[in-house]
């Protein structure tokens, strides 16, 4: 079986291999984009994959976009933090939604719908879908999922001493991720060790609030002072309290920034 992987966070891609190692060992991972520019090139000049195991959120904008400007016969695997996508992803070839992080008895059964997935062509796949039994799949996968991943964390337990705090997602101005340790500072300086990964943080903020600004950083609103042009048009992103490191924005997201910022 072949596979194609498409994902922008190194971690959760590792991760991914690793439990789909376990899950087949026969399959082979071709590659590894984190675009959808990538991964529309990618596919316009190599054969189909057995199948596409896929993230909703890549660098530059989302994979379903992938799947509504080329014809993919390949099932597709959908991976993320939300179920907001649910509706789009069961318009292309999709034949199963897993929320973040992958478990292995989660992405066993996947496969076991795709060792059971109709042969069909490509002309085929790539009609106008039945308006029945998506909507009856949809509603059995939505009704599945577990309800608390959908609310937004509104307070973190942080460590201060021998004591545990709750502390309002509203006084969070980021996550830092370096070294495998999560440092979540506040507006006015402090800094917490949290045990998330940048990757569970993701799925657990509100987006309107809070944007991955980065491999290394996820940033809340009112943190956010000023963004300066950057090289090869990526951009410097000013905060307060500032991180150790500065915050560059690849010139894929930049856009994206920007929108989040005037929303």
Known sequence: MTVLLLEDEYPAAERLQRVLRQAAPEAQVLAVLDTVAGALDWLDTNPAPDLILSDIQLADGLSLDVFEQTVVSSPVIF?????????????????????????????????????????TTPAKLTEAPDTTAPAQRLERLLDALPRP?????????????????????????????RHETTTLATLDGRRFVVDYTLEQLEGLLDPIQFFR?????????????????????????????????EVLVSREKAALVKQWLEQ
């Not at 939604?97 to 992405?107: A, D, Q």
């Not at 300066?228 to 951009?235: E, Q, R, T, Y």
């Open 79 to 119: 991976t993320t933090a939300y179920d907001a996508y649910a509706i789009r992803a069961f318009r292309a070839n999709s034949i199963d939604y897993l929320l973040k992080p992958v478990k292995l008895t989660e992405l066993t059964a996947a496969l076991e719908k795709l060792r059971r997935w109709p042969t």
């Open 149 to 177: 991943e959908r609310q937004h964390k509104t307070r973190f337990l942080v460590r201060h001493g021998e004591q545990l705090l709750p502390l309002p997602a509203t006084q969070v101005a980021w996550f830092q991720s």
């Open 213 to 245: 600004l980065n491999r290394q950083l996820i940033a809340q609103l009112p943190a956010v002072l000023r963004l300066h042009p950057h090289f090869n048009g990526k951009l410097l992103v000013d905060l307060q309290p500032a991180p150790s490191e």
